[in-house]
């Protein structure tokens, strides 16, 4: 028997890696910076100090200012997480979003936040009770109503990130074929010269941009989910 890692998991552990090594440097600026904290941040500092403040003031304005220490760290983590890994696939590595499992543990982690913010709202017997309403019959409707938010996140994520990968490869077909076909002549078609005139652009949407959008949809998603169940302030 023998078993076979998924391309996906060297990039995983590589990712989770470098930024368990970027957060321990940053730390240690900040240590560094808040000896004097008066002085123009520079560098990771200002980036850190930026980044922060970003994931803070959106945490205050969808699920209130008293949470934001509460929640804050893992939006935060989670939108780092996020943004590096859908990003990855530019400088070589196999996107770890495009594993479901990936996808799969993000949202599990989500959907037990959710959770826990509706148990510490109604109880746990009103809880349970909610399951029954307004009929005894709907409680197997009810109980798949509880996943949905974990179905639609991990889903989500998953297929755009895929989808976007899957589309740049057959650009890179289409390229190809369009080479061979204005320069087979030259002697040049192994060199997909169509390839990297156009790909850039469309790089920039399905990698950058898209990946940038995904992230925050996940986390505004999350930050909506567990607010509601949490209620106003």
């Not at 904290?37 to 994931?55: H, K, Y």
């Not at 070589?92 to 996808?103: A, K, R």
């Not at 949202?107 to 017997?125: E, P």
Request: net charge neutral.
């Amino acid at each position: 028997m023998t078993v076979t890692l998924q391309k996906e998991v060297p990039s995983i552990l590589i990712l989770t890696a470098l930024l368990c090594i970027l957060c321990v440097v940053a730390n240690g600026k900040m240590k560094k910076f808040l000896e004097n904290p008066f002085r123009q941040p520079t560098g990771l500092v200002f980036a850190v100090l930026t980044f922060v403040e970003w994931i803070e003031g959106m945490v205050a304005q969808v699920m209130g200012a008293k949470r934001v220490e509460g929640y804050a760290p893992y939006i935060g983590s989670l939108a780092l997480y996020l943004v590096v890994a859908n990003l990855s696939g530019l400088f070589g590595f196999n996107t770890p979003t495009m594993n479901l499992s990936v996808t799969l543990a993000l949202a599990a982690i989500t959907w037990v936040l959710i959770q826990r913010a509706s148990l510490k709202t109604s109880g746990v017997g009103s809880y349970v009770h909610g399951l029954f309403e307004p009929f005894p019959f709907m409680v197997a409707g009810n109980v798949i109503s509880k996943f949905t938010p974990f179905i639609s996140l991990s889903m989500r994520l998953f297929g755009n990130i895929l989808s976007g990968s899957v589309l740049m490869s057959l650009v890179y077909s289409a390229c190809s074929s369009l080479t061979n076909l204005l320069f087979g002549w030259t002697g040049l078609s192994s060199f997909n010269i169509c390839g990297v005139a156009i790909a850039p652009i469309l790089h920039a949407y399905f990698d950058v941009f898209s990946g940038c959008i995904q992230m925050y949809i996940f986390i505004s998603l999350t930050m909506a989910f567990v607010s509601n169940e949490l209620g106003e302030e």
